[in-house]
């Protein structure tokens, strides 16, 4: 039985890729394209996740997190954060409910 494909295997797939020429490889043409391309590439992927979720189409929303899930790691690349940084934080956060959480933060 093979193991299940999570988030670290993701961000080690797009570190390799990101060493690869831009000429063959999308996560490596998107890096070469600095951060701001990045973040705006993963600010439209989640307005398409947000639609197909409104949609309630569940083939849509799989695929369109799969692609908000990727462009996040490889923003989170191109910033030089990990997911273990990103998974230590809700750790962290996970000490306290989300509502204390936010009233800490001064959030409505």
Known sequence: ???PFTLAD???VIA????????DSWTAKLIAK???RVAK?????AVETVIAALENDRQ?????SADLLYHLL??????????QDVLDELE????????SEKAARGDA
Request: charge should be positive; avoid cysteine.
């Open 60 to 64: 849509a929303l799989i695929g369109e």
């Open 92 to 99: 962290r956060r996970r000490a306290q409910s989300g509502v």
């Open 41 to 45: 590439k993963l600010g439209e992927e």
């Open 16 to 23: 390799e890729r990101s060493s690869a020429s831009p000429d």
């Open 10 to 12: 993701l961000e080690r």
């Open 1 to 3: 039985m093979t193991q």
């Open 34 to 36: 600095g951060p701001a």
């Open 74 to 83: 490889v923003l989170l690349r191109a910033r030089g954060v990990l997911v």
